[in-house]
């Protein structure tokens, strides 16, 4: 199994500059202002005909938030490959545990993430080339996409759409579950939803804006 987490999010400015080290530095590191998604996948094994990944979004990347997804996704006593982050020493006394520090080599033998790698960018081509910019709210259902895709990627297309209707049979997605976590997509779209929002933030003695 390897594991692997990554950052979802627009690219940002850096706000400083490192004369020690030459480089342009990210106030909060890399990763602030994204997303954080946590990734799990089997390579391939013999008798199964493709590896499988499992994705979800994840409030950062400690351990507390890593390794409740990992226990319930990994058995005990699996062979565990990761990066050298240390979110990951809690696995040592549960799976065997090797990982790879990214700072040195990319792989050593069989001990690599390049496999869960490859499955970040697919992602990420996918949510860059084709939806832009998603809702970090929804980004859950992007990734849902994006599992479906990489573990069926070997079945031909009628097949692969047959696997798809099974998953929304007898399923029904409401515009009012979609939009439950964000409270200002619960509004109209476009300008009535902007009048509503003045509204509600303006003071109470205030002019009304005739420009709504």
């Not at 065997?96 to 970040?120: C, K």
Request: aromatic content about 10%.
């Amino acid at each position: 199994m390897e594991a692997d987490e990554t950052f979802v999010g627009g690219k940002t400015r850096a706000t400083g500059f490192n004369p020690a080290s030459g480089h342009h530095t990210l106030k909060g590191g890399p990763f602030a202002g994204k997303a954080t998604v946590f990734g799990i996948v089997e390579r391939k094994q013999p008798g199964r005909p493709r590896n499988r990944v499992r994705a979800v979004v994840v409030p950062n990347h400690k351990a507390s938030s890593l390794m409740p997804v990992l226990r319930s996704n990994v058995l005990p006593g699996s062979v565990l490959y990761t990066d050298a982050l240390r979110s990951y020493w809690q696995a040592d006394g549960e799976y065997i545990h090797r990982f790879i520090d990214h700072s040195l080599r990319f792989a050593e033998g069989r001990v690599h993430t390049n496999t869960i790698e490859n499955f970040w960018s697919c992602v990420k081509r996918t949510l860059h080339g084709t939806y832009i910019a998603p809702r970090a709210f929804h980004l859950n259902a992007y990734l849902d996409e994006s599992v479906f895709r990489f573990n069926n990627r070997e079945l031909p297309d009628g097949a692969r759409l047959e696997e798809a209707l099974k998953g929304v049979e007898g399923r029904r997605v409401t515009y009012a579950e979609l939009t439950e976590t964000h409270k200002l997509w619960r509004l109209r779209p476009g300008r009535a939803a902007r009048s509503v929002v003045r509204r509600n933030e303006r003071p109470e003695n205030s002019l009304p804006d005739y420009t709504a």
